[in-house]
């Protein structure tokens, strides 16, 4: 088994942050992985959150497919990760009153709970 986590001999669980980071952050073709949730994990400065190995966290959050689908809901009528993520700091400005990252926070928080 190897080692993660810069322990010799021993091998943590992986974090959500090592889960949400799995897929590179890149837009591509993948949508059933998350780089839609790690560019906004990034946003909302919550990844120190996410990778600590003893919150014993949940994830309720959607993957990039889900990402593009609930932005078209609200217009956007591409189907690919970029655009979504443009699509979702617009819908999220308004709210966040100029500000996307207000909102993105709380949402990113929302889906992540203790197990």
């Known amino acids: 088994m190897a080692a993660l986590g810069g322990i010799a001999g021993t091998a943590r669980s992986k974090t ?9 952050g890149e837009s591509d ?10 560019n906004a994990v990034i946003a909302a400065d919550l990844v120190a959150r996410l990778a ?4 014993g966290l949940m994830r309720f959050a959607p993957d990039d497919f889900a990402f593009v689908r609930l932005v078209r809901d609200f217009g ?3 189907r690919d990760e970029a655009g ?5 700091v ?3 400005t308004d709210p966040g009153k100029g ?3 207000p909102c993105r926070r709380t949402t990113s928080r929302a889906h992540a709970a203790r197990a």
């Open 16 to 24: 959500l942050a090592d889960i949400v980071a799995a897929g590179g």
């Open 29 to 38: 073709s993948n949508r059933f992985d998350d780089d839609i949730l790690l």
């Open 52 to 55: 600590d190995p003893d919150a």
């Open 76 to 78: 956007y009528e591409g």
């Open 84 to 88: 979504a993520w443009d699509a979702i």
């Open 90 to 92: 617009v819908v999220l």
């Open 99 to 101: 500000d996307p990252i």
